[in-house]
């Protein structure tokens, strides 16, 4: 019987993740996470829910029915399923690791929970790999994010993405000059860029004709960093102003820096977390129809823990990354790392195998003969089986059912075997 039938489902918008797509998952944020250290990003682990009352200092406007509460039986408090990683590392900055210098440069992946509302896709569960730049003010910072944002997306293989960035100051100012009661209508509008529908909410909720202007301006300031000049032009003063000079600095500092992912602007972008203050980052692909990555300044976060103190940072949502990966037609099953399915008599093939897993290759010992070995393997996505042998292996691919050869003695048998795996044929035998 079906499971579904059974009711043996996880919750609505949980998943389980089973093999071998879960190993590719994991081999993909291990390919990130690796990035993140390679800029010197120390790896953390945040526990998987915390009191509610000390997380939501950190969620700021979130709404709070997207947040998974239950009852901590030991304290008798409300407790939360973390929907997001940044507030959790900020209280740790702030109350573990004060004592070090800034910068404070940590890394971490995990799942975040939180009830996805008004989305076609209700997923509840989501696999996040990020990196927080705590302690560091000014563009220089906001500019390391980005090449670690960068290289992650090349070391992984993403090809046709782009950055767009944004500051959250210039819509919200906007925003500041539509009733309350229009605002999140006017809000959504200007997602989409829908001029004619936005000019009709505030029309209706009495804006005045000049703030309507500017307003609607922002659905047209959007492209290449030469939006930039144009909006300078179009808000030559004021809040909007001073974003537009911080961007900008931004913006002229990437010039002398080769990242690999084009850069554009978007200056009517509401996307990213209440807690941003600054700079914000988007990162889009084809396939998932929604950003694979995101990111930005959140100065005024760590003083809500009790250390002010600037910071900048860049999360991707792996699910959407290994969407955006299949869309390009690349496999998650293809990044599982190689491992084989050992047969034959056990006085060869028990040597092979711990000797290949001394070797670091995973190796599974079965028994039966090559057909029930293979068929094994092809179910459970193993790319070679091993027919043990005194003088030689036979190696059964079983992508496409070819095979080699290799001598028992091999002394780069590993490699051979590494090498047989990626071909894309093999001599049949």
Known sequence: MHPDALGLVPPRGM??????????????????????????????????????????????AVD?????????????????LRPDMTPQVARIVATRLADRPAPHRLCYEGTVVRRMRHRARRRQQTLQAG????????????????RVADHACQQVGLRGHQFELAHVNIAATMLDLVPTTARQAVADALAQKD???????????????????????????????????????????????????????????????????????????????????????????????APVGTGGRYDALLARFGM?????????????LAWALRAQGESLLDRAPLRVVVVGEDGVA????????????????????????????????????????????RVLRTADEQSTRIASDAPDIIVQLTSFAHAATGAAL
């Open 15 to 60: 998943r389980d993740i089973v093999p071998p797509a879960s190993a590719g998952l994991k081999q993909l944020r291990s390919e990130v996470m690796r990035v993140f250290g390679l800029y010197g990003y120390d790896r953390v682990t945040t526990p998987p829910f915390e009191l509610a009352d000390v997380l939501e200092r950190g969620l700021d």
């Open 195 to 289: 001029a004619f529908a936005i000019e009709a909410r505030l029309q209706q909720a009495g804006v005045p004709a000049r703030e309507r202007s500017r307003v609607l301006a922002l659905t047209e300031l959007y492209g290449d960093v030469s939006v930039l000049r144009a909006a300078r032009k179009r808000f030559p003063t004021g809040p909007v102003a001073v974003a537009l000079e911080e961007l900008g600095e931004v913006v002229d500092r990437l010039a002398d820096v080769s990242l690999a992912a084009p850069v554009t602007v978007d200056l009517g972008e509401l996307r990213g977390h209440s807690y941003y203050t600054g700079v914000s980052v988007t990162l889009l692909a084809e396939g998932p129809g």
């Open 350 to 393: 028990d040597p092979l195998a711990a000797a290949l897993r001394a070797g670091g290759l995973p190796a599974a010992r079965m028994e039966g003969n090559a057909k029930q070995a293979s068929a094994y393997a092809a179910s459970w996505r193993y790319p070679l089986v091993i027919v043990a042998g005194q003088r030689s292996h």
């Open 131 to 146: 990196i927080e730049c705590i302690g560091w003010s000014g563009p220089a910072a906001d500019i390391e994010v980005l």
């Open 308 to 320: 002010p103190a600037p910071a900048t940072g860049f999360a991707f949502d792996v699910d959407n």
């Open 64 to 80: 709070r029915r997207e947040l998974m509460r239950f009852v901590e039986p030991h304290s008798g408090e409300v407790a939360l």
